[in-house]
């Protein structure tokens, strides 16, 4: 759902805005029920709609989302956390929140991609 929702140029932002929140709300019960198993889609569906917030000028709203995914990848590590934070960056950069960007990728250089936290 999140990729469809994301390739598809003719639906509104808010059509696919939906979209996007519908898939974190999935995977967000996904999560609740088997966090091991699951937890890993909604830090993807949180960092992915950030990510597409941001693109379309909407930072003050993707900062949020990706706060949640990296205050959800800390408990998966390794990747999925280096990725999370490095869209916090850009979305702290977008706020001209320079300092707080350049903590994010500070912690994210120091984490080797196969490492739990």
Request: glycine share 4%; with cysteine; net charge neutral.
């Amino acid at each position: 759902m999140l990729a469809f929702a994301q390739t598809r140029p003719r639906w509104s932002r808010s059509t696919a805005l939906n979209g996007f929140r519908e898939a974190i709300a999935r995977a967000r019960m996904l999560a609740d029920e088997s966090p091991r198993e699951h937890t890993e889609l909604l830090v993807r569906c949180l960092r992915t709609t950030a990510r597409q917030l941001l693109s379309w000028g909407r930072s003050t709203e993707a900062l949020p989302m990706a706060q949640e995914a990296v205050a959800a990848a800390r408990s998966i590590g390794g990747a999925p956390l280096i990725a999370s934070l490095h869209t916090l960056a850009a979305v702290y950069e977008a706020e001209h929140h320079y300092s707080e960007a350049a903590a994010a990728l500070a912690e994210a250089d120091a984490i080797r991609p196969g490492e739990d936290t």
